[in-house]
């Protein structure tokens, strides 16, 4: 049975930090590229990042970049995202997923992705 299952979201200050965590099984992990996408209330999906499956290429949305960094530990089947200077802007429900093959951030549709988390509501406010 595959599953992602995403943690570590929760409500914190602007400026804050949180990190996030994704738990795959089910599959081959290190065979997959691995994404982070959120959904802010009332809007679309956005890509945020992509890492490549070995974990060395990376790539992040202009509205993270410099920010948010996207890792992943294939030993343990476990993707991150490490969110630092946090903004109110980036409040909302954060997903991971799963592909074989490289997809951009520019446009999102979760059928495009062979697996799809649960989410992790990520709430930035003071």
């Known amino acids: 049975q595959v599953q992602l299952v995403e943690s570590g979201g929760g409500l914190v200050q602007p400026g804050g930090s949180l990190r996030l965590s994704c738990a795959a099984s089910g599959f081959t992990f290190g065979h997959y590229w691995m994404y982070w996408v959120r959904q802010a209330p009332g809007k679309g999906l956005e890509g945020v990042s992509h890492i490549n499956t070995v974990g060395s290429s990376t790539f992040a949305a202009d509205s993270v970049k410099g920010r948010f960094t996207i890792s992943r530990d294939n030993a343990k089947n476990t993707l991150y995202l490490q969110m630092n200077s946090l903004k109110s802007e980036d409040t909302a429900m954060y997903y991971c997923?799963?592909?074989?093959?490289?997809?951009?951030?520019?446009?999102?549709?979760?059928?495009?992705?062979?697996?799809w988390g649960q989410g992790t509501q990520v709430t930035v406010s003071s």
């Open positions: 997923a799963a592909a074989l093959r490289a997809y951009g951030l520019g446009y999102i549709r979760r059928e495009m992705y062979d697996f």
